[in-house]
């Protein structure tokens, strides 16, 4: 359960992290991220997801023709996703930090032995 909350915070990171490198449409996202990064998202997880941040006017949609098929929503990262992934880094930095700090007994004892 703490997994995860866990997963699900750094999740709305990693979207609009992936999102400031580049616009892109959901299958493009999950793709992405299963693939380049190595996280299994699903598309029943990305796409509330997606429209929560448009919601809350972190991201911006428009569509795009496909090559094959309908059109496609793509997301784009505002202004304001912007902001909120900067207070997100910020945030990461710091819980990183502590965990670190946590972790950094355990590290010692285990290179003792």
Not at 38 to 60: C, H
Request: charged share 25%; glycine share 8%; hydrophobic share 40%.
């Amino acid at each position: 359960m703490a997994e995860s909350q866990l997963r699900k915070g750094a999740l709305e990171l990693i979207v609009l992290g992936t999102l400031e490198k580049q616009s892109a449409y959901g299958g493009a996202l999950v793709a992405r991220m299963n693939h380049e990064a190595g996280l299994e998202v699903s598309s029943g997880t990305l796409y509330p997801l997606l429209s929560r941040l448009k919601k809350a006017k972190l991201l911006s949609t428009d569509w795009e023709e496909s090559p094959s098929g309908p059109p496609r929503k793509i997301y784009h990262i505002t202004p304001a996703g912007v902001a909120r992934l900067q207070a997100l880094y910020s945030e990461w930095e710091k819980l990183s930090a502590v965990v670190a700090w946590v972790q950094a007994p355990r590290r010692q004892s285990e290179g003792r032995e």
